[in-house]
């Protein structure tokens, strides 16, 4: 088992887009927003192919009311390593939901981070290349190397996170 970094498929704004609609037919007037985030929403970027999807909320309460419409649907909640929902229930899963508050650090990260990389071409290149390093690197199988995949590029996003403030 491993962490597959597959090069881009223009398919992954369409898969996008049809988990949108049952995700907004799900949650309603819960989801301020839907929005595609995540390698996969990069144009150009390769990726491991999960659709990352960011439904903005008002407040916490209703980020809690958003579980059971998500479960419906076939969404497992985790919390490890932090509060999530995934499909299908056994890895490597194909989509996954971060619920976030409007306005929250995570949420705009989450955006920006996308933004910037679309914008572009040579830090879209060294993300690339820093994850298909990672996931050599990893050890798929358990949790802990998925985690450790995933926390292996924190610095260079909050990196470009930075970048992208500097730059509005």
């Not at 970094?5 to 992954?12: S, T």
């Not at 609609?21 to 301020?32: F, K």
């Not at 929902?85 to 056994?90: G, K, N, R, T, V």
């Not at 409007?102 to 981070?113: F, N």
């Amino acid at each position: 088992m491993s962490i597959v970094i597959a090069e881009y498929d223009p398919n992954w704004p369409e898969e996008f887009a049809a988990e949108e609609r049952r995700v907004r037919r799900a949650l309603g007037a819960l989801a301020l927003s839907i929005d595609h985030v995540g390698s996969t929403s990069v144009p150009g970027l390769a990726a491991k192919p999960v659709i990352d999807i960011q439904v903005t909320v008002t407040d916490a309460a209703a980020a809690e009311t958003c579980r059971e419409p998500l479960v419906g649907i076939g969404y497992t909640y985790t919390t490890i390593p932090l509060p999530y929902f995934h499909q299908p229930s056994e890895w490597p899963h194909t989509h996954h939901i971060h619920v976030r508050e409007a306005g929250s650090v995570e949420a705009r990260r989450m955006l920006a981070v996308r933004d910037w990389l679309r914008g572009h071409e040579a830090d879209r290149r060294a993300y690339e290349f820093l994850k298909r390093q990672l996931a050599e690197d990893s050890h798929a199988e358990t949790p802990q190397g998925r985690f450790l995949y995933s926390e292996g590029k924190t610095d260079f996003i909050r990196e470009l996170e930075g970048r992208s403030r500097t730059d509005e």
